[in-house]
């Protein structure tokens, strides 16, 4: 079993940063990509941004030039860094890990950490 655990959630005024943090913990194997999305109340859930295992990122437009995400594959980490925030970021964000075992590549998702930014 794979356990994703988030941290650096909470509460942020208008113009302030969150660094967010995801732990991989258990059976871990091959992982490949790492990603954080969101969730705000009555809206689907988007993709935030999402770093492949050679580095490589992409960002929802929304948070382009605000967000940095980040990972450390020795310590099986992905942080994003959220600068400028804003309150229509407020949000449940999760983590997810993309692991490939042979042919498959299976999914896992954090429990979610709320950003709540306030004006």
């Known amino acids: 079993q794979v356990q994703l655990v988030e941290s650096g959630g909470g509460l942020v005024q208008a113009g302030g940063s969150l660094r967010l943090s995801c732990a991989a913990s258990?059976?871990?194997?091959?992982?490949?990509?790492m990603a954080w999305y969101r969730q705000a109340p009555g809206k689907q859930r988007e993709m935030v941004a999402r770093i492949t295992s050679g580095g490589s990122t992409n960002y929802g437009d929304s948070v382009k030039g605000r967000f940095t995400i980040s990972r450390d594959n020795a310590k099986n980490t992905v942080n994003l860094q959220m600068n400028s925030l804003k309150p229509e970021d407020t949000a449940v964000y999760y983590c997810n890990f993309a692991l490939v075992r042979g042919p498959f590549e299976y999914y896992y998702w954090g429990q979610g950490t709320q950003v709540t930014v306030s004006s």
């Open positions: 258990g059976s871990i194997f091959n992982i490949n990509a």
